[in-house]
């Protein structure tokens, strides 16, 4: 494994007076697989933060969420988590088809905790546990590099209300179409597959009663 830090941070560390500490804190909290105490709180969480770059070099970050339990540990060297249906960018998997070091950013904003994870990603249709995560498109493994708890201090306390409507689950019916693909503007690009979902949802709105919605909290 590689060292986590490099001469940027180093710099940095030299500056403040925190070299030894940054070694210290390293040596007590960075490890290089899943332990007994991570697993349990990395299946327990209903969303996440995911970090991909993209072919410019640019930082993407994006909220994952699913019902609790979406991710799974397979083993103490790889998480898995579903790609579900969404606006057809593909900015995180198809980041990961070109660059595969991913970070995942796991957090409890009620106790608060949090862990974080490094590693390198695949994506796949055809990975052989796609079929228990229910409404996946496709299947994210990430074979972990580092992963390391961090200092809950600046995490502010939220409580959760409850789960999205849109979220897949087993043994429920389909999750209804999102209201986005209701916009005039984009129904001449919809997949075939979803050309009546205007007409099933009420007719086309424009980019700007969308935007009401959004800000209404009914999209």
Known sequence: MSTIYGEQHRLLQQEFDTTRLADRVKELIVLPEITDSHKPFIESRDMFFLTTIDHRG??????????????????????????????GMFLSMGNIT?????????????TPHRIRVHGTASVSQQDPLIGEFHGA????RVTVTEIFVNCPRYIHK??????????PQADCE???APQWKRIDAIQDVLPEREKDVAGKLGGTITPEEYGLLVMEGKA
């Not at 640019?58 to 790609?83: E, H, L, Q, W």
């Not at 070109?98 to 009620?110: E, P, Q, R, S, T």
């Not at 498109?137 to 994210?140: M, R």
């Open 58 to 87: 640019y930082p993407t970050c994006s909220y994952k969420g699913g019902a609790p339990g979406f991710v799974k540990v397979i083993d103490n060297n790889t998480i898995a988590f579903p790609s579900y249906d969404g606006n």
């Open 174 to 176: 389909t999750p209804p």
């Open 158 to 167: 939220y409580g959760r209300i409850q789960n999205s409507k849109y979220t």
């Open 137 to 140: 498109e496709l299947l994210v």
């Open 98 to 110: 070109a660059n595969n070091k991913v970070g995942m950013l796991f957090i409890d904003f009620g």
